[in-house]
């Protein structure tokens, strides 16, 4: 059984920073594609970046040149640095493995998530 735990969230003020962290147990990460995902009040669950299991990286387009996606296959950690953070970034945040798009909000495995919310 995969097990995710997620942690770095917080309340920080508009252009500010933040550093999510999420480790994983129950499967072989390294060959894994990993993602983070985020779930804000009254919306759906979306994608937010994935990496590959070769460290190729995509991102929604309302975080492209923001926030960066990383991995330590020597850890199971599969990390997202936030910068310039504004309150649309609000939200929920989940790590996962790299769900299909049209399945995210069918999936129900996920962790517990980080709280991040941005406001002055």
């Known amino acids: 059984q995969v097990r995710l735990v997620e942690s770095g969230g917080g309340l920080v003020q508009p252009g500010g920073s933040l550093r999510l962290s999420c480790t994983a147990s129950?499967?072989?990460?390294?060959?894994?594609?990993w993602a983070w995902y985020r779930q804000a009040p009254g919306n759906e669950r979306e994608l937010v970046a994935s990496?590959?299991?070769?460290?190729?990286?995509n991102y929604a387009d309302s975080v492209k040149g923001r926030f960066t996606i990383s991995r330590d296959n020597a850890k199971n950690t599969v990390n997202l640095q936030m910068n310039s953070l504004i309150p649309d970034d609000t939200a929920v945040y989940y790590c996962?493995?790299?769900?299909?798009?049209?399945?995210?909000?069918?999936?129900?495995?996920w962790g517990q998530g980080t709280q991040v919310t941005v406001s002055s």
């Open positions: 990496i590959t299991n070769g460290g190729s990286t």
């Open positions: 996962n493995v790299q769900i299909p798009s049209m399945l995210i909000t069918s999936y129900n495995d």
């Open positions: 129950g499967i072989i990460f390294r060959i894994t594609p």
